[in-house]
């Protein structure tokens, strides 16, 4: 059961939307089941003769006499409304029901508790199976104000407590970080024009991607307007700086023709100039060149930051671990973005699914995520893909949203912990079409019998405990070609062993023998470090001057275009 509470100003414009046809004619048989005062509420779904001018009046009366107190200032904000939708396959609810479902949510909120004679005027009013509407005007008989402060948490409360004794479905606790959903308006616009998601959802979506790519916040907002988002800055009156910002997509307007405009902060928590600059620290973009020496480094470097992630989920530390599920939000989005083939749709889709696993209530670090930041923008211009580097990086991620799961499970964040399982579905899919023919071809690739034997040999002396399920493991022969392949780029087969081993997580690992071969692949040529200190390799290479501001991205999601012009792969 959902509740969604909200205020405005406009009483008769929302009773007529209640008892009038919808937007679509899904209005049906719209009439009150629930009020402050059943006799004296006129139904204008029951009596022909009750008109919504009617009811607007009883409702306001104690805003009238407020209003004239205050000299015809009419209190703002004064309409307050609550929705409340049984989940999809509930059992129908009677008229009866739904009225006690509104007393409760009135007593709970603040707006009329029971027995309070001066309480506010309210109604509950159902025109479908599977919701009614409350609204209130917040002004008491006494002239005051209901005391509404967390309103919405407490209609939450009170909603699960309801489910719980009705049998209905049990939905998660919110935790007040869930970024605001689409309106029904936003949804019939989307669904008229012939968009898969709203404008707001789009939006979301790309400034999630493009925070998590740049540098700074000037660079933000340049890549954003290069995608054809059109961008609206707050300034402060006094220091000149920016204090807010607003976005619309491209050609969505109002009636008017004018643009519809998304406050960063309406996007998603997390989305505000506030937030953002926690995790876009105010840096010259030269001072984050984006040539690397060795093009698998970005790879690298993020699949260790996201084994110390998953360090930093154990250590007791909770403000530390809500800082690295953050960066691990952005770094699934340039993973996605870097990544070239079929499994790449399951990537995006867990970049989405995980946004709603990066934030709590918990507050986080985000200077003790800096490395994992930083190594996943690098991914955001990797030139190229190494096929083995990138299954390892995926294979580390499938580790981590599992990790993130039982972190938020442990800790009561019920949506949390529901997201990034969606997530670690989406990520283990993606992995299983990445590794399936990488696994094959390495497989197909394995030594002779006599460097096998040697392998088998190794692992029995270090790794004695888990030799035998390591040997029984289906992918035991790629095992025995990445072993050969590190032991030819200059390790020693024991010891990276040991190396791998002393990692952990083989005891518990399904496939045993995966997680050993990703971790070897992720391990660095030695023989080719070794070359190039000696500069016998890349002579010659030009290094390119840094630009000067991120090239945009390509994006073309859901229906909405991206503007023409410079892009880079998201």
């Known amino acids: 059961m959902v509740p969604d509470v909200s205020t405005g100003s406009d009483t008769r414009g929302l009773i007529v939307y209640l008892f009038g046809p919808g937007r679509r004619d899904e209005h049906t048989d719209p009439h009150i089941v629930a009020a402050w005062d059943m006799a004296g509420a006129p139904d204008p779904g029951r009596d022909p003769a009750a008109t919504y001018s009617q009811l607007a009046k009883r409702l306001d009366h104690h805003v009238d006499l407020r209003t004239r107190e205050l000299g015809g200032k009419k209190p703002p ?10 989940a999809p396959g509930d059992r129908y609810r009677t008229d009866a029901e739904w009225a006690e479902v509104a007393r409760r949510i009135v007593h709970a909120t603040g707006i009329a508790p029971e027995g309070d004679e001066k309480a506010c005027r309210w109604i509950a009013v159902r025109h479908a199976d599977d919701h009614i509407h409350i609204m209130a005007t917040t002004v008491r008989a006494d002239g005051r104000r209901p005391r509404t402060h ?5 209609a939450q409360a009170e909603c699960r407590k309801i489910e719980a004794e009705f049998g209905l479905r049990r939905l998660k606790s919110g935790d007040l970080t869930a970024p605001r959903t ?10 008229r024009q012939g968009k898969t998601v709203t404008a707001r959802h789009w939006l979301r979506e790309q400034a999630y991607a493009v925070a998590a790519a740049v540098h700074n916040e000037a660079d933000y907002f340049t890549v954003l307007q290069s995608l054809g988002i059109k961008v609206k800055t707050r300034i402060g009156p006094e220091t000149g700086d920016v204090i807010g910002y607003s976005l619309a997509a491209p050609g969505d307007t109002n009636a008017a023709g004018e643009p519809v405009w998304y406050g960063g902060s309406k996007l998603a928590p997390d989305l505000s100039i506030n937030r953002l600059r926690e995790r876009l620290p105010d840096q010259k973009v030269a001072d984050h060149p984006r040539y690397v020496a060795d ?10 930051a996201i084994h110390t992630a998953r360090t930093a989920l154990d250590s007791g530390d909770d403000a530390a671990a809500q800082g690295h599920l953050a960066a691990f939000g952005d770094a699934l989005y340039n993973i996605a973005n870097a990544t070239t083939g079929p499994h790449r749709a399951e990537l995006r889709a867990a970049a989405m699914a995980f946004n709603r696993a990066r934030r709590s209530a918990t507050r986080a670090d985000h200077q003790a995520a800096t490395a994992l930041r930083k190594a996943a923008k690098e991914l955001a211009y990797a030139s190229n893909q190494p096929g083995g580097l990138a299954i390892a990086l995926l294979f580390a991620t499938v580790h981590l949203a599992r ?46 019998a006599a460097t096998a034997s040697r392998f088998e040999a190794a692992i029995r002396h270090i790794i004695p405990a888990q030799a035998d399920r390591i040997l029984t493991d289906p992918a035991w022969p790629a095992l025995v070609t990445a072993l050969a392949y590190a032991e030819s780029a200059g390790h020693h087969p024991r010891q990276l062993l040991a190396q791998t081993a002393s ?10 023998a995966q997680v050993l071969i990703w971790r ?8 080719v470090q070794a070359a190039r200190r000696q500069g016998t390799v890349g002579i010659g290479r030009p290094k390119p001057a840094p630009r000067t501001a991120p090239t ?4 073309k999601a859901n229906g909405i275009p991206p503007a023409e012009g410079p892009r880079f792969r998201l």
């Open 77 to 86: 904000q004064h309409v307050w409304h609550c929705p409340v939708r049984t």
């Open 150 to 154: 967390r309103d919405g948490q407490r």
């Open 182 to 191: 689409p309106t029904g308006a936003e949804r019939a616009k989307a669904e």
């Open 295 to 304: 093009p698998t480094d970005p790879w690298r470097h993020t699949t260790t």
């Open 403 to 448: 990790a993130a799961a039982k972190w938020h499970e442990q800790r009561g964040h019920a949506q949390q912990a529901a997201a990034a399982e969606e997530a670690l579905h989406h990520l283990q899919a993606g992995y299983q079409q990445a590794a399936t023919p990488v696994l094959a071809d390495l497989a197909r690739r394995a030594p002779r």
């Open 503 to 512: 990692e952990g997580e083989l005891d518990t690992a399904e496939h045993p």
């Open 520 to 527: 070897i692949t992720s391990q660095p040529n030695k023989r």
């Open 552 to 555: 945009p991205p390509s994006v």
